[in-house]
């Protein structure tokens, strides 16, 4: 059932119950004992002097162990490999296990944060006290593929056609990056793309100007001089650009939120009433 409709769906349900046992395991040994160099975590005395494991605000395991998933891609995080190495992955192991299945020897890897990591397109590392989230190399190399082949492959296309064909790509894809440090890549991806309309174009008037050839495929647009435009049955197709999608910071949904209950939907009512706020706001400032 891989790739089709349903995978997602399987997925889900096949690795239902790795958060809750990730999350028993933090509380049952994460901040007692460290596996990694063979000893206890600090202890500190309360008001009647005896002393007790600590803890960091909020009750929260100092071993910072936390569990992200999607779909049958998952990172754990944890703030001691030898602890993570030990008892962490050895229980995941386990739980795969016992519904026939096992962790990917090529895509398991334990890494330091400060070196990063691979995560649904997403590269994410620490620089200095700041961790950025990034496009990942490979995923800017595929959607310029994309792009490219959809010109190099449809040559003599009406332009109205070619916009058509790549808007999608662009618009799809910039979306779903938006929510990361992109600003830069987006512009590099819109630089990219011009020269390689402007090639497009070139080719297909080899005996016309570099003036002609910008007349007749690229417009003005407020204070932008190179729109990438044309008209079809009294109707303008333009191409948009990666850095139209706003940068927007991805507010994460509430672990414990669940869509079908009752007692979430003033929840789910706040959260769909921001973004639409948001995409007006978005709209209006395009």
């Keep these: 059932m891989a790739g089709s409709a349903v995978s997602g769906t399987m997925a889900q349900d096949g690795l239902h119950g790795q958060q809750t046992m990730v999350s028993n395991r933090k509380r049952d040994t994460a901040g007692w004992y460290n596996l990694a160099n063979n000893r206890r975590h600090g ?13 960091t605000k909020g009750g929260r395991s100092p071993d910072k162990v936390n569990f992200i998933r999607y779909a049958d891609d998952y990172v754990v995080t944890c703030g001691d490999s030898g602890y993570l190495e030990n008892e962490i992955k050895p229980l995941i192991s386990g739980l795969l296990s016992e519904r026939g299945l096992e962790l990917s020897r090529e895509k398991t890897k334990i890494t330091h944060i400060r070196k990063g990591f691979d995560f649904l397109g997403f590269n994410i590392r620490k620089y200095g006290d700041k961790c950025l989230t990034k496009l990942m190399k490979d995923s800017v190399k595929s959607i310029m593929e994309s792009i ?14 070619l916009i058509r064909m790549i808007s999608p790509k662009i618009r799809g894809w910039a979306n779903y990056f938006r929510h990361s440090a992109a600003s830069g890549t987006f512009a590099l991806l819109d630089h990219k793309v011009f020269r390689l ?27 932008r001089n190179w729109v990438f435009a044309a008209g079809e049955k009294g109707k303008t197709f333009e191409l948009p650009l990666f850095e139209a999608s706003k940068i927007r910071r991805h507010v994460k949904i509430r672990n414990n939120s669940n869509p079908y209950d009752r007692e979430w939907d003033g929840y789910f009512k706040e959260r769909t009433a921001r973004r639409r706020v948001y995409q007006n706001t978005s709209m209006k400032a395009s």
Excluded: I, M
């Design 43 to 55: 202890t500190r005395r309360n008001g009647k002097g005896n002393k007790h494991p600590c803890r």
């Design 148 to 161: 490219g082949g959809a010109a190099a492959s449809h040559k003599s296309v009406t332009q109205a056609d």
């Design 197 to 223: 309309l402007w090639k497009w174009a070139k080719r297909r008037h080899p005996k016309k100007g570099s003036r002609w050839v910008r007349a007749k495929y690229f417009r003005t647009k407020g204070n």
